[in-house]
């Protein structure tokens, strides 16, 4: 794969001609799906320079063969990518989601800001009006206001309504760009084994208000295996437990 040599080692760039205005993190979730990070480094790395962004790629990748668990990866990224830079602002991004237009700014906002607005995979339409899958940015404020992610779910889906819940209950809104600024692609694939959808989703989502307190950011363990430093990105292997 071709190197980029505006970037450091690690994955972080930072504009030469001006300062940006946030620090900004990409967390990816990641497992057994190094094809599309190459697609996704390919497309973002230059997508993020036009601009302007003082940015890092890190790639949170879950060790062994448990079933995935998105939320937490998330948030070790968010834990980990702090440790290595003042960051303000995080941008969530699955491996598979390229943004088609540059206008579409991968920063925060004075809300949660949901990037993956309209997605080929959904005819380029927002599929529910909560939705806040796929790619979304918080300011670190934005973040602890809500204590991050739940920890607890396994397999797929339901998370990201748990976030968009954590969001409403603390007075916050989602905001967007429109639907043409806001188009992406998705990298088509089958789902990973070990990824199943979760079938507590739908009982998880109705707690939130009860469980968001104690389950986050504030609860959080992990065990990191081992961090490289490749030129595109930082991938860290964590052992994050199991269902």
């Known amino acids: 794969m071709r190197q980029d040599p505006k970037v450091s080692v690690g994955g972080r760039y930072k504009p030469r001609e001006c300062v940006s205005l946030q620090k900004v993190a990409l967390i ?8 599309h990070l190459k697609h996704w480094l390919y497309y973002l790395h230059p997508f993020l320079q036009r601009q302007q962004l003082d940015y890092g790629v890190y790639v ?125 692609k998705m990298i088509q694939h089958v789902r990973d084994q070990k990824n199943e959808p979760n079938p507590q989703r739908f009982d998880r989502i109705a707690r939130t208000r009860q469980t968001m307190d104690s389950d986050g950011i504030n609860s959080l363990t992990y065990r990191v295996v081992r961090t490289e430093k490749d030129q595109l990105f930082t991938k860290i292997t964590v052992d994050i437990g199991k269902p």
């Open 28 to 35: 990816i979730p990641f497992r057994h799906r190094d094809e």
């Open 60 to 184: 949170i990748e879950q060790d062994g063969e448990d079933t995935f668990n998105r939320a937490k990866l998330l948030n070790v990224g968010y834990a980990e990518a702090l440790k290595e830079y003042d960051y303000d602002c995080f941008v969530f991004s699955d491996v598979d989601i390229i943004p088609l237009d540059d206008r579409n700014t991968y920063r925060c906002f004075d809300q949660p800001r949901h990037l993956a607005v309209s997605m080929d995979k959904f005819g380029f339409r927002l599929p529910y009006n909560q939705y806040f899958g796929g790619v979304s940015a918080m300011s670190k404020e934005q973040y602890l206001k809500v204590n991050g992610f739940p920890n607890n779910y396994w397999g797929w889906g339901g998370e990201d309504d748990d976030i968009y819940n954590r969001l409403t209950f603390r007075g916050m809104s989602v905001s967007r760009p429109d639907g043409v600024v806001g188009r992406c």
